[in-house]
C-alpha cells in the first residue's frame, strides 16, 4: 500500500521560511516523478512544483521560482520543498504526489497516481 505522509507545515510570518517533508511507502520510490501542489481556501489545486525520479530536473510555478526549491532523496525515499520569503498568497494545504511520469506536463494533477493528505501553511501578513 502506497503511503505518502507530508510534515512542516504551520503558521509563520511574512519574509519567513519552512521546510515541508514527504515520507514515501509501499512504491519503488526513484521511479516516481514527485510534486508538490497546493489549494488554497476556495480555490483549485494548483502545481507548485515537481522533480524527476532521478532528481535532476526541476519544474515550478513561476511565482514560486527563486524562493522555494524542491529536491528528494531517493535514499531514504523522502522529498522535500524548501520555501523562503514567504508571502500571504503562499496559504494553502500543500500535498505531495508521486506519478509514474516519463515525460509530459509534471504540473498536470491528472499525471499523478498517489497524493498525501496535505499539510497546512499559513502565512500571516
Known amino acids: 500500500q502506497v503511503q505518502l505522509v507530508e510534515s512542516g507545515g504551520g503558521l509563520v510570518q511574512t519574509g519567513g521560511s519552512l521546510r515541508l517533508s514527504c515520507a514515501a511507502s509501499g512504491l519503488t520510490f526513484s521511479t516516481y516523478a514527485m510534486g508538490w501542489f497546493r489549494q488554497a481556501p476556495g480555490k483549485e489545486r494548483e502545481f507548485v512544483a515537481a522533480?524527476?525520479?532521478?532528481?535532476?530536473?526541476?519544474f515550478y510555478l513561476n511565482s514560486v521560482k527563486g524562493r522555494f526549491t524542491i529536491s528528494r532523496d531517493n535514499a531514504k525515499n523522502a522529498l522535500y520543498l524548501r520555501m523562503n520569503s514567504l508571502k500571504p498568497e503562499d496559504t494553502a494545504d500543500y500535498y505531495c504526489?508521486?506519478?509514474?511520469?516519463?515525460?509530459?506536463?509534471?504540473?498536470?494533477?491528472?499525471?499523478?497516481?498517489?497524493w498525501g493528505q496535505g499539510t497546512q501553511v499559513t502565512v500571516s501578513s
Open positions: 522533480v524527476t525520479g532521478s532528481g535532476w530536473s526541476t
Open positions: 504526489a508521486a506519478g509514474a511520469i516519463n515525460a509530459g506536463v509534471y504540473g498536470n494533477p491528472g499525471l499523478y497516481t498517489y
